[in-house]
């Protein structure tokens, strides 16, 4: 965890440089003015769930591990899209070696996911259930879901984009025990990205 904290640090500063060097108005202080913008509903509503997942104890892990892993693996698709998109031979060279960093986040949420899922049918259950009902893009909560929807329907956009997402978000999501024909994540995405 320490590892992920460092490296998603130093992806927004390389990525805030990049649009510094590219002309893109940008500020030193662009992580203290992204912490202010947080909204205090959701710094309470991220402390309230903490609190109402300890009566679940160790059953909860699997789903936390699951989110992570959808976000994780959401990232690294995204920057694959804008690297596709973007077409530009520094931001490629950039958003590769970010990819690969992010690879190694996701392959850990997954794995620790798939080993605390095996453990209990209620665990499998639970993870289920908060997913399907609960999930939110990365991101959102913290910025106004105007924003992160643009992020999603810009990256994702039209059929082609949610195949590529449900090809690879989602199935490597449903590969995870107890997520056997799971297609929430694509149901959600499909309003905002064919919209």
């Given at each position: 965890?320490?590892?992920?904290?460092?490296?998603?640090?130093?992806?927004?500063?390389?990525?805030n440089r990049f649009?510094a060097?590219a002309g893109?108005?940008?500020?030193?202080?662009?992580q203290?003015?992204?912490r202010a913008?947080?909204?205090w509903?959701?710094?309470?509503?991220?402390?309230?769930?903490?609190?109402?997942?300890?009566?679940?104890?160790?059953?909860?892990?699997?789903?936390?591990?699951?989110?992570?892993?959808?976000?994780?693996?959401?990232?690294?698709?995204?920057?694959?899209?804008?690297?596709?998109?973007?077409?530009?031979?520094?931001?490629?060279t950039?958003?590769?070696?970010?990819?690969?960093e992010e690879?190694?986040?996701?392959s850990?949420?997954w794995n620790?996911a798939r080993?605390?899922?095996?453990?209990a049918?209620?665990?499998?259950?639970?993870?289920?259930?908060?997913?399907?009902?609960?999930?939110?893009?990365?991101?959102?909560?913290?910025?106004?879901?105007?924003?992160?929807?643009?992020?999603?329907?810009?990256?994702?956009?039209?059929?082609?984009?949610l195949?590529?997402?449900?090809?690879?978000?989602?199935?490597?999501?449903?590969?995870?025990?107890g997520?056997?024909?799971?297609?929430?994540?694509t149901?959600?995405?499909a309003?905002?990205v064919?919209?």
């Amino acid at each position: 965890m320490d590892r992920w904290s460092v490296e998603e640090s130093q992806h927004g500063e390389l990525l805030n440089r990049f649009l510094a060097e590219a002309g893109v108005p940008t500020s030193e202080k662009w992580q203290a003015e992204a912490r202010a913008k947080i909204p205090w509903l959701y710094t309470i509503g991220n402390f309230l769930a903490d609190h109402a997942c300890k009566p679940f104890g160790k059953h909860f892990h699997g789903a936390h591990m699951v989110w992570g892993t959808i976000n994780e693996v959401t990232t690294l698709q995204g920057y694959r899209r804008l690297s596709e998109l973007a077409r530009h031979p520094v931001l490629e060279t950039l958003l590769g070696a970010i990819m690969q960093e992010e690879s190694i986040h996701s392959s850990f949420y997954w794995n620790m996911a798939r080993v605390k899922l095996s453990q209990a049918k209620f665990s499998r259950d639970l993870a289920r259930f908060i997913i399907s009902r609960f999930w939110t893009p990365v991101g959102q909560g913290a910025k106004p879901e105007t924003e992160t929807n643009y992020v999603i329907a810009t990256l994702f956009r039209g059929q082609t984009g949610l195949e590529f997402f449900d090809r690879t978000v989602e199935s490597r999501v449903a590969r995870l025990p107890g997520f056997a024909g799971f297609k929430a994540l694509t149901e959600r995405l499909a309003p905002i990205v064919q919209g």
